[in-house]
């Protein structure tokens, strides 16, 4: 691999041209925003919430579509065309078999087309913009949330930071019914300058972007949640399952939920069961009501563990000159404490 630094060009090892990593970096101060980068494999049901939140956030996006076979680029390309969007959006094919995470990815040399750190970086290369954002086939945005991404693009402007986020994951269980798990969600870098200070990097089980900023921007944790399908495999990009709990804590814990739900036992504390009103789909209607649920859950923790004063605490990093600061600034909204009903906390 060339070093970025000395050149923008990068080669991979099966020597195929075409798919050579090809960076875009704006070292300048340009005002041009964000580019939102999704590398989806069989994503066709979840875009539809996807993606209309994304591209009314940000400049520009790019999905990149990993050898579909249930029409996810033809489906991202219907829904940017129907909002109107159809010229924010690229859809790029990678048609290389990419390794999983865990061993496989482990096994997999960095500069391969089979690498998934390969992958990223090709993916992050056709990014033109002063910012780079990574999202996922599956992460919704909150209508607040749009507010947020949105207001990044100029706090931003001459600062080199990072912005880093948490999703909660929402564990789709029908047409009506769904399951948030409030665990333990760490924050994570998501967006950040579009420069060759920044780029992948091989890590034991996945790719890791590089370099922390010395200064970040924290997202509200009630700016996207992540769809899980109770009905799909959502653990099929890893090469393993055996997730050890040094290592892999957050996997392992979604791993036992995620069946724990399948086989209808109980639940853990944290986990709020969510049914939306008849004729209004379960993502549709968390995406509505996501925010206050959020509060909710917050207050609720605070009130078992005996916290109070949690009025005076201060808002969120992230600022906006919207509704999104408004929201921001009132963590300590909260409605009645939902009853337990045996599977988690009961939400309607």
């Known amino acids: 691999m060339i070093e970025a630094r000395n050149r923008v060009k990068w080669k991979n090892r099966e020597g195929i041209p075409e798919y050579a990593v090809r960076w875009n970096w704006v070292e300048d101060s340009s005002d041009s925003g964000f580019t939102a980068v999704l590398r989806v494999k069989d994503e066709a049901r979840s875009l539809p919430w996807v993606l209309p939140g994304v591209l009314r956030s940000v400049e520009q996006t790019i999905v990149v579509d990993n050898g579909s076979t249930d029409g996810t680029p033809e489906v991202a390309l219907r829904v940017a065309e129907e909002l109107g969007f159809g010229e924010r959006l690229r859809v790029l094919s990678y048609p290389f078999a990419v390794s999983r995470c865990g061993p496989e990815h482990l096994w997999t040399y960095p500069d391969s087309v089979h690498s998934l750190t390969y992958f990223y970086n090709w993916s992050f290369s056709h990014v033109q913009t002063r910012y780079?954002?990574?999202?996922?086939?599956?992460?919704?945005?909150?209508?607040e949330g749009e507010g947020v991404l949105r207001d990044l693009a100029w706090q931003l402007q001459g600062v080199d930071g990072t912005v880093k986020m948490c999703r909660y994951p929402a564990y789709v269980e029908s047409e009506r019914v769904a399951y948030v798990d409030f665990g333990q969600t760490p924050y994570e870098p998501w967006g950040w300058r579009n420069t060759s200070e920044h780029t992948f990097i091989k890590c034991f089980d996945w790719e890791h972007v590089r370099p922390d900023a010395d200064y970040s921007l924290q997202a509200p944790d009630w700016t996207c949640?992540?769809?899980?399908?109770?009905?799909?495999?959502?653990?099929g990009h890893w090469s393993h399952t055996d997730f050890k709990v040094e290592i892999n804590r957050r996997k392992r814990q979604e791993w036992e939920l995620f069946h724990a739900l399948r086989e209808e036992a109980s639940l853990p504390e944290g986990v709020v069961r969510v049914e939306s009103p008849e004729g209004l789909h379960i993502v549709e209607h968390l995406r509505r009501t996501y925010?206050?649920?959020?509060?909710?859950?917050?207050?609720?923790?605070?009130n078992l563990r005996g916290l109070i004063g949690i009025e005076k605490?201060?808002?969120?990093?992230?600022?906006s000159r919207g509704v999104a600061a408004i929201l921001a600034g009132q963590e300590a909204a909260s409605t009645a404490q939902p009853a337990h009903n045996g599977k988690g906390t009961s939400s309607e």
């Open 313 to 319: 605490r201060p808002p969120p990093l992230v600022e």
């Open 225 to 235: 949640f992540e769809l899980k399908w109770l009905d799909a495999d959502e653990f």
């Open 291 to 302: 925010l206050p649920l959020v509060r909710r859950h917050a207050r609720t923790e605070a």
């Open 132 to 143: 780079a954002l990574k999202w996922d086939g599956d992460m919704v945005l909150t209508p």
